[in-house]
């Protein structure tokens, strides 16, 4: 079995066929997969999915390149907080995106 560490099944075009993703990914052998929250607005989503099948995770952060306005950044306390959820399994899209660097 795969786990894919690193998915955004949130993001339109995908949240609306979840059921063809998870077809998919079982067909590929894919047993568990960890949705990443780019935006605290998006967390409830993330969660959402994780919550409402067993064989998605979430993570709960925000990713730098998501700044600006319209979107909260979160004090430790919250990402503390929204990590002790349910099937959240990290603090992640914290965005270390050094390759854009190059």
Wanted: proline content about 7%; overall charge negative; aromatic content about 6%.
């Amino acid at each position: 079995m795969f786990v894919d560490s690193h998915c955004h099944l949130s993001f339109p075009g995908l949240r609306e066929r979840i059921p063809d993703v998870l077809a998919a990914m079982a067909a590929a052998r894919v047993s568990d997969a960890i949705c990443i929250s780019t935006t605290m607005e998006e967390f409830p989503v993330v969660h959402g999915l994780a919550l409402a099948h067993p064989q998605l995770w979430a993570t709960v952060g925000v990713h730098p390149d998501s700044e600006g306005e319209g979107v909260h950044e979160p004090t430790e306390a919250e990402l503390v907080e929204a990590a002790g959820l349910p099937r959240v399994v990290g603090i992640g899209e914290t965005g270390l995106d050094y390759y854009r660097l190059n």
